[in-house]
């Protein structure tokens, strides 16, 4: 199992997050600066520090990755309410993430939001001398709340 944690931190113009993941044998740190072009559409990029450690037959292999992603992402909310993101990112080095979630938020006492969300994600990290594949089911509820 994989927890993550984060923050997103948004105002009228720009967004930015932070996320820490960790499991058994795979962390990482992501770190992004987003422009708001239009509620739907948000540009901007993403930087990643990624460790995994893997063992094979008694031997043990360490990865650690530093990728910077050119990052998009798409919103579109349908009349009942539910939130479709779709989030797509590259590297030079040809690292590819994509990330698609649907989520239905609720507002308790007008400052509270609280959203569940399930989702899908793929990550692809390529460097000289690193190749990681993951995938991975999102399951989650998120709270947002105005400082």
Do not use: C
């Not at 967004?15 to 993941?21: D, I, L």
């Not at 959203?115 to 709270?143: C, H, K, M």
């Amino acid at each position: 199992m994989i927890y993550r944690i984060g923050t997103n931190i948004s105002s009228k113009y720009y967004t930015s997050q932070f996320f820490y993941e960790t499991g058994k044998t795979f962390s990482r740190i992501d770190l992004g600066a987003m422009k708001i072009i239009s509620p739907n559409l948000h540009l901007g990029m993403r930087l990643m520090f990624a460790s995994a450690q893997f063992k094979d037959s008694g031997a043990t292999a360490k990865i650690v990755s530093t990728n910077a992603f050119v990052q998009a992402t798409g919103k579109h909310q349908v009349k009942n309410g539910f939130v479709f993101s779709l989030t797509g990112a590259g590297t030079i080095q040809g690292s590819v993430l994509a990330h698609l979630d649907v989520s239905r938020s609720w507002t308790i006492n007008k400052k509270l939001k609280i959203s569940p969300t399930i989702g899908y994600e793929y990550l692809n990290l390529r460097s000289p001398d690193t190749r990681l594949n993951s995938a991975s089911f999102l399951a989650g509820v998120f709270a947002e709340f105005p400082f």
